[in-house]
């Protein structure tokens, strides 16, 4: 590689780091004022100033102060970053496993950076809204993962043969992330354990597992 292009690739990614520290700015704002107040009561240019940027640069990353707090980003959900964290998964015994853990592991990935986990498993369980309002923002990315997570059974000789097929067994194994949603929600106390969150999700896979089978 050139020096110029290295110097390109060197922008590139101060690019990319000053973005990220921008929306991790952002959701952190979020978070510190609808923990203090209320969900209602904040407003997109209060989450701005205390970041310390235009209302103007929010929108750039965030379409609504309910995305802030989730800490929904474009970047999360591009397919190169869906397909890394597909790929990076431990391997499971059966393809309704494998579809469902990597959908929980890509969408937790839009959720913003870990460390916020704890506050927003609770912001969550305070306001269901933000549990449909996430639910809502993942159905974007649902079509698009078909080809990630097509290539992924693939490899694991679990293919399914066609794309209808493995769009279908997609749209099934989110009934273990909803039922997971809807299960929290009944024990708010529950968002603040990442294990217990893990629990719940294990078993609403097992019981998915189990249901299927019933009916075969």
């Known amino acids: 590689m050139s020096t110029s292009q290295d110097h390109a690739a060197d922008c590139v990614s101060l690019r990319e ?3 990220r520290q921008t929306r991790q700015a952002l959701q952190d704002a979020a978070l510190d004022l609808v923990s203090a107040g209320t969900l209602e009561g904040v407003t997109v240019a209060q989450i701005a100033e205390r970041a310390e940027v235009s209302p103007r640069t929010f929108f ?8 802030a707090v989730v800490g929904l980003s474009a970047e999360a959900m591009n397919a190169e970053a869906r397909r890394a964290v597909i790929a990076s998964l431990p391997e499971r015994s059966t393809p309704v ?17 870990p460390s916020n986990g704890r506050r927003l498993r609770h912001l969550m369980g305070q306001y269901p809204q933000l549990v449909n309002h996430r639910m809502e923002i993942t159905r974007d990315v649902e079509s698009d993962l078909v080809e990630a997570i097509a290539e992924r059974l693939s490899a694991r ?3 399914l043969g066609d794309e209808d097929s493995t769009r279908m067994l997609i749209l099934v194994c989110k009934a273990a992330l909803q039922h997971t949603y809807r299960t929290l929600q009944s024990d708010p106390s529950s968002y603040e354990s990442e294990e217990a969150a893990e629990a719940v999700f294990a078993d609403s896979v097992h019981l998915l597992r189990s249901v299927i089978e019933r009916l075969s």
Not at 98 to 111: C, M, N
């Open 17 to 19: 780091r000053k973005a």
């Open 60 to 67: 750039n990353y965030f379409s609504s102060k309910e995305d």
């Open 97 to 113: 496993e494998e579809v469902a853990y990597a959908l929980r592991a890509v969408f937790s990935k839009i959720g913003g950076k």
């Open 157 to 159: 000789g679990m293919a």
